[in-house]
């Protein structure tokens, strides 16, 4: 797994009478936090990322490749979102062997990789539970090992550790911060925690009423220097 750069041009995008326009450049393996007040945009963006939505114009790049077309399955892409990443009647092994083969065709080499996976994530031992078997932490792990087992050059990251405590967070946030540096994927992290975009992001990406209105490195935009919104919207 390595890196792949992610590009916005233009990307027009409606719900009904609220518009959004999108201009976003992120480099291979960047850590880039999207933050912004809520209903800003930010989900949408990650959604037009992944495909889930498409633009009715503007073109979505991944890799330098012209992906505004094509379905989610089809992108070079994994997400994970606040909660619901498993399914409930599947075990923790084949949650995250999904992840290699959505009709979980699995070969030994498979399996090995989802036990590797899941001993990385400190998961081992866990294979034949159902998620409501496991903690809320636990279980954005095992949407942390399909991740894994995916070994997509993009990660979307959508809020994914909200509803855990801060410990538990942080804790996450360090796991992002190995796999990241073990496989160097490019990382959008949509969060509202300035310790979270302080924690990981070499970037943060601002989004104010359905537009990028600053992205810059986390250093400046927790300055003097950063744009007042940013201040007042991360209460300083
Ligand atoms: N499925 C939908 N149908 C209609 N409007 C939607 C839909 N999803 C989002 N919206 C609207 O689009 C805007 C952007 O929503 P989005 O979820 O991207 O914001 P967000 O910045 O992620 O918010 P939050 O921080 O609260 O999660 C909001 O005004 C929201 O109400």
Do not use: W
Not at 6 to 17: H, P, T
Not at 190 to 197: G, K, L, Q, S
């Amino acid at each position: 797994m390595t890196g792949a750069s992610i590009r916005l041009d233009s990307v027009q995008f409606s719900y009904g009478s609220t518009q959004m326009s999108f201009n976003l450049s992120v480099e291979s393996s960047d850590i880039v936090a999207v933050m912004g007040p809520s209903g800003s945009g930010k989900s949408t963006l990650l959604n037009l990322v992944a495909g889930f939505e498409r633009p009715a114009s503007g073109s979505v790049m991944i890799a330098g490749r012209d992906v505004s077309a094509l379905p989610p399955a089809q992108r070079p892409v994994s997400m994970v979102f606040q909660e619901n990443n498993l399914f409930a009647h599947l075990t923790v092994a084949q949650n995250v062997g999904l992840g290699r083969s959505p009709s979980l065709r699995l070969d030994a080499a498979d399996h090995s990789d989802i036990d590797r996976a899941l001993e990385r994530t400190g998961l081992a031992g866990k294979q034949a539970r159902l998620p409501a078997q496991l903690s809320g932490g636990e279980r954005q792990r095992v949407a942390l090992a399909r991740v894994l087992v995916r070994s997509q050059p993009v990660l979307l990251l959508d809020e994914p550790f909200a509803s855990l405590g801060p410990a538990l967070r942080r804790e996450m946030l360090e796991l992002v911060r190995a796999l990241h540096a073990e496989h160097g994927m490019t990382v959008l992290m949509v969060t509202h925690h300035p310790d979270d975009a302080h924690a990981l992001a070499h970037r943060i990406a601002f989004i104010e009423e359905g537009r990028v209105s600053a992205c810059a490195d986390t250093a400046t935009m927790f300055s003097e220097n950063a744009p007042e919104s940013f201040k007042a919207y991360i209460g300083n």
